[in-house]
């Protein structure tokens, strides 16, 4: 019993310097949203005019009657906080650090990759606002999980 308590002590310690790590990150980010607006933007339409029509008028993207604004929370911070904290908790060198660096960058990736699907989505079906709640929630839970999951299965195995 003493062992599980032990065990439990520690597993809640991780949690919580994960969660520290978490906000102190994301609260420097968030100073660098409205740095992240128009490369947002440009990424999104660029990949996006792969497959429609689109214009894009400074942080605006526009397909057909559409008019999408990418504002300050649509540019991922929170993903690139939470693989920045990942790699405070789990990097042991400069070198794994540096690595995880990579995977906050594929972070901001997803991030595109979401809002690409849903202005596909809702030029085919309609309705940005359903594709954006249901597409993010979906992409992000899903892809952020298995992206978590890969980067601590290749630190443990070539930086432990």
């Not at 929170?78 to 908790?89: E, M, P, Q, R, T």
């Not at 979401?114 to 992000?140: A, C, P, T």
Request: glycine letters at 4%; charged letters at 15%.
């Amino acid at each position: 019993m003493r062992e599980r308590l032990k065990s439990l002590a520690q597993k809640s310690k991780i949690l919580v310097k994960f969660y520290f790590y978490y906000l102190v990150i994301y609260l420097i980010l968030m100073n660098l949203e409205p740095l992240l607006i128009y490369p947002t933007a440009y990424l999104t339409y660029s990949i996006s005019k792969l497959f429609l029509d689109v214009q894009l008028l400074g942080n605006i993207i526009i397909y057909g009657n559409n008019r999408i604004e990418i504002i300050e929370p649509c540019t991922g911070t929170f993903l690139i906080a939470l693989f920045l904290s990942l790699s405070f908790l789990y990097s042991k060198s400069f070198k794994s650090f540096l690595f995880s660096l990579i995977f906050a960058f594929l972070a901001y990736l997803i991030n595109i990759l979401r809002l690409v699907l849903s202005i596909l989505l809702s030029n085919k079906y309609g309705n940005f606002e359903v594709w954006h709640d249901l597409v993010g929630y979906s992409v992000i839970s899903i892809f952020s999980f298995l992206l978590a999951l890969i980067y601590i299965k290749i630190l443990r195995d070539n930086y432990a």
